[in-house]
């Protein structure tokens, strides 16, 4: 019992040291891609499968000592849709593409502040495609609010919530799938 | 010809690890799905380098 004790304190010692050492919320730069695929139905025609590609790069500044301060948080990626048939019908054949792979872009840009314990970012973006198509419903460009939270000191516990697309490092949490008309 | 499921939300996880300092490369897996009558899933992969600037 005593030796358990004793070895659960100085596991909590070396955790707590170790997390006093770390930046709260550092400075980052970040480029990468990503890849995503998922199944839609087409109104009055076939299932299709929806891929994304993309790329894009991640800036979080913040402006301030030991991670403390103004935080400003600009994403940008770029990447191409394509749609393709799932199933075979009497009209598309399995594999068909049915829209033109189109390239695609979005840019988002966040404010917040970082304290030791708690940081935020607020902000907007943009996001439409290169050939001026219908991205979401009847608009060309679509919206997309974002937001960032940090909690605690040096931990990985960090919650986002918005929409981006296409996605890009470090991307929020919830996307729209895109609304192509043709 | 529409598609008619707008939105999409999803889990994702990601792991960090430390190539060299100030280097990390990043990976992330999630899994989505459709908002409305119809719902599909669907999932997201990437790779990301990153820099810490203030390290």
């Known amino acids: 019992m005593r030796r358990g004790l004793l070895s659960l304190g ?5 955790f707590l040291s170790v997390r006093r050492v770390q930046a709260n919320d550092p400075s980052t730069v970040s480029v990468g891609g990503s890849f ?3 199944d839609a139905h087409l109104t009055c025609g076939p299932d299709v499968r929806v891929r994304h590609a993309s790329g894009g790069a991640h800036i979080h500044k913040v402006f301030g000592d030991k991670g403390e301060g103004f935080v400003v948080d600009a994403r940008g990626g770029a990447g191409t849709t394509s749609v393709t048939t799932i199933y075979e019908d009497t009209t598309q054949a399995k594999g068909q593409t049915v829209s033109p792979t189109r390239w695609v872009g979005s840019g988002q840009l966040a404010i917040g502040y970082a304290w030791q314990s708690f940081g935020f970012a607020l902000g907007a973006g943009e996001y439409g495609a290169a050939d001026g198509a219908y ?10 609010p974002a937001a960032a939270f940090r909690f605690g000191r040096g931990t990985p516990f960090r919650g986002e919530a918005g929409s981006v697309r296409p996605r890009s490092p470090g991307s929020r949490g919830s996307s729209r799938s895109t609304r192509i008309s043709s | 010809m529409q598609t008619d499921l707008e939105r999409r939300t999803g889990i994702y996880g990601r792991g960090v690890y430390t190539l060299a300092q100030p280097v990390r490369l990043g990976a992330f897996l999630g899994i989505e799905s459709t908002f409305g009558r119809d719902r599909r899933i669907g999932y997201s992969t990437g790779l990301a380098l990153t820099f810490v600037l203030d390290e």
């Open chain 1, 36 to 38: 995503s695929e998922h």
């Open chain 1, 10 to 14: 100085v596991l909590g010692l070396a």
């Open chain 1, 135 to 144: 991205v979401d419903g009847e608009r060309k460009r679509a919206f997309l």
